[in-house]
C-alpha cells in the first residue's frame, strides 16, 4: 500500500468523480482508476460502485477513507518528528515570532542566549501568527511566540509565558499630548498600524469599539514591525501603539506616552509547539529561558 494511492482515493472519496480527481492530483482518468484498482486487489475487497465517471464508496471503501487519514497523519507527524530531530543534531533552534513580538521580546532573549551559548544556532522565521501555525504543523519550526488566538490551533499546543503592554504613542509635541485622555480625539488621528487580522491593530480595533467609535483613520498600514517606522511618527503626526520596552529603547527616543490611561493595554503572550512532538534538549532549554525572562519582564 502506498502513501500516495491513498492521498488519491482521499480526492476521490471527496469529489465522487474520476475526472475531478484527475483534476486535482495532475493523473490521467486511467491513473486514477488503476489506483483504485491496485487498493482494491491489495485488500481484496470492493471499495467503490462505479457510475460512469462518478462513484459511490461502499462500506469497505468508507473506512478506508479513514484510516488513510490517520495514516497521512501520522506520516506527516513522522516526517515532521525526523526534521525536529535533524535540526537537534546540528544545534539548531527553528523559532517563529509574530513582528510585533520580534524586537520587544524574541531578539534581546537572542542575543543574550548567543553570547553564552557558542554551540547553538537560530533559524528565525517572522510571520503572522496563521503562517507560523501552518509552519509550526509542517515540521519547520520548533517553537512559535504569539499573541493568545481566540481558540488554539488544531495539533499545536502552548505555553502562558507572560504578557505584553502597550501604550499610544506619538511624536513630542503632538498635539493629542494635551487632549486629556478624550477618546474621541482618537477618532480624528491618522494612525500608523499593522495590517487587519494582526494582533496589535486587533487591540486598537476593539479599544475603538468598546468606546462607540468609528474604525480608526488608519494611513499607513504595514507587514513590517511598527519599530522599523517609527521615524514616521518622528517626522509626522501620525500615531500608533508600541509595548513599554520599544517606547523605553532607542526606536523610541523622541516619543511619548499619550495621556490616556484607559488606553494601557496587554496581550498575552504564548509559545506554541506541536503536540507530542520530539523537543531537542537544546530547544528544551531555550524554551524554558524564553519563559523565566517574558515572565520576569
Known sequence: MRIED?????????????????????????????????????????????????????????????????????????????????????????????????????????????????????????????????ELKDGQLDLALCFMPDTEPDELQSDDIGRQRYQIVARRGHPLTAAHGDPSMLQSAKWLLPLPGHGLRQIVDRYFEEHGLVSPQVVVETDASITLLTSLLRNSDLITMLSDQMLQSYPGRDLVALPYETALFESRLRLFHRRKTYMSPAVQKFRATLHDALAAS
Request: charged residues 25%.
Open 6 to 134: 491513498l492521498r488519491v482515493f482521499s480526492v476521490l472519496a471527496e469529489t465522487r468523480n474520476l475526472h475531478r480527481v484527475a483534476q486535482k492530483t495532475g493523473l490521467t482518468q486511467s491513473a486514477v482508476s488503476k489506483i483504485v484498482q491496485r487498493l482494491e486487489a491489495e485488500f481484496e475487497i470492493q471499495l467503490v460502485d462505479r457510475r460512469g465517471r462518478g462513484v459511490d464508496l461502499t462500506g469497505a471503501g468508507r473506512i478506508l477513507v479513514e484510516r488513510a487519514a490517520d495514516i497521512r497523519a501520522s506520516v506527516a507527524q513522522t516526517y515532521a518528528e525526523m526534521a525536529a530531530a535533524k535540526s537537534a543534531s546540528t544545534g539548531k533552534i527553528r523559532i517563529g515570532v509574530v513582528p510585533a513580538l520580534l524586537e520587544s521580546a524574541l531578539l534581546p532573549i537572542v542575543a543574550r542566549y548567543t553570547t553564552r551559548e557558542d554551540a547553538i544556532s537560530f533559524q528565525l522565521s517572522v510571520q503572522v501568527s496563521a503562517l507560523l501555525f501552518d
